[in-house]
């Protein structure tokens, strides 16, 4: 048994169906150009109030057009049908526009996995009566992992030939909720630990992962955790865990071999950045010894739902550093400057609170383990070159060294390192 993802695009389900033989569970996501229509049309609905009946139109166009089986038409035409109607209502109904995009989301998902079906003519699941979720204080989701694996295993071990639709799990009181970032990817993984597949394919656009014929588990995870991968690291570990090789393959070029994930040896070492970032930088003696003021920084910016991407703080405690996305740096400030102005306790005109446009440039891979120098060697060819780096930090399991360059040095940083 293998476990396949596929991105649905209307030139690719003939490609897509040839792949998906009776040993095969194929997990299916859309494309981001119908995935942009579907949330035009919740935009719509949600901020001017109005009806998106060209979006609609739109929508059933482009499935309708997949085939013309008259079952097929009649499903995609009830299916639009009933998310025209569940938009119009939501525009007078008190609902979190979360959860309606949510919920239209993963029909969107649904249809692309009908599209799918109607080819391979196997067993069409939806995918959020698969993945079932908590809800925790605050409305964060969490993985009900117990309960999952044993739909997983009783909706997908006794039958062959699956097509699932991605991305999307639900409550247990029945909210459609989204599985995090690309969720398709992780959901795959997932599906192929529960049932100790022989493999995991990732059919992407693009060829695997730069290009790279093999990595470790480890080493994908570093460079997927970069803005520029084409799926989350989220995806890996279940596949780590179970002992799973997963192969990356361009769904437009299938002479391409892959990128081969797995156990084994050190397979690479390679350089990739992030751009539009913004480093912050908190500092001044209101911090010196304060215990818990690292956890309380990241804390507030959590609670605004704020992702950190680089942490760097000295030992001598009076600054800490880290990186948020550019569209985010003014909230992380607003917030930061919030934290100390509220807690009477931590001097505020004592702290100083900066943030300047950065990039942030990632050595990583398994060869870098135990080898004296590398640092030396990064900071070095960067340092002749002119290079300022602005701060720095690595991991104790010596995979990866992060950098914090101008945001104009982080091209030329890249091809010094490659």
Not at 81 to 87: E, F, G, Q, S, W
Not at 276 to 304: K, P
């Amino acid at each position: 048994m293998i476990v396949k993802t596929f991105v649905l695009k209307p030139q690719s389900i003939d490609t897509i169906a040839s792949l998906c033989d009776a040993q095969t569970i194929a997990v299916i996501r859309p494309q981001r150009k119908i995935e942009a229509v579907f949330r035009d049309a919740i935009g719509k609905t949600i901020r001017e109030k109005k009806q998106a009946s060209a979006e609609i139109v739109a929508i059933r166009g482009y499935f309708q057009g997949m085939s013309e089986d008259p079952a097929y038409q009649q499903d995609v035409e009830e299916t639009v049908d009933a998310i025209a109607t569940y938009l119009r209502e939501a525009m007078y109904v008190q609902t979190s526009p979360v959860a309606i995009e949510d919920y239209v989301m993963a029909k969107c998902s649904r249809l692309c996995a009908e599209a799918v079906n109607q080819r391979v003519k196997g067993t069409l699941i939806d995918g959020t009566e698969l993945m079932l979720c908590n809800t925790a204080e605050g409305g964060e989701t969490h993985f009900d992992w117990t309960a999952s694996k044993q739909q997983i295993a009783q909706r997908c071990l006794s039958s062959k030939k699956l097509v699932i639709s991605g991305g999307y799990g639900r409550t247990h009181s029945g909210y459609v909720v989204r599985i995090g970032k690309d969720g398709a990817h992780l959901m795959a993984a997932l599906i192929a630990s529960v049932l100790k597949a022989q493999s995991i394919e990732f059919h992407i656009e693009a060829k695997g992962i730069d290009g790279i014929p093999a990595m470790t588990y480890d080493e994908a995870a570093h460079y997927c955790a970069s803005s520029r991968a084409p799926f989350a690291s989220s995806a890996i570990w279940p596949a780590k865990n179970a002992g799973i090789p997963i192969l990356v393959k361009d769904i437009e070029d299938e002479a391409f071999d892959g990128t081969l994930i797995s156990t084994g040896s050190a397979h690479t070492t390679a350089v990739l950045a992030d751009k539009e970032m913004a480093l912050i930088t908190v500092y001044g003696t209101g911090l010196l010894g304060r215990v818990g003021m690292s956890g309380s920084i990241f804390s507030c910016l959590a609670a605004q739902g704020i992702n950190v991407r680089f942490i760097a703080q000295t030992s001598s405690e009076y600054s800490i550093s880290f990186a948020v996305a550019e569209a985010d740096k003014d909230r992380a400030g607003k917030a930061i400057r919030g934290l100390f102005k509220d807690n009477p306790l931590l001097p505020l005109d004592d702290v100083v609170v900066l943030n300047q446009a950065v990039g942030i440039v990632t050595v990583f891979g398994s060869r870098m383990r135990n080898l004296p120098g590398t640092s030396g060697a990064v900071f070095g060819k960067l340092g002749a070159a002119g290079i300022n780096i602005i701060a720095s930090a690595q991991g104790g399991e010596e995979l990866s060294i992060s950098l914090v360059v101008d945001e104009a040095d982080t091209d030329k940083a890249v091809t010094l390192l490659k």
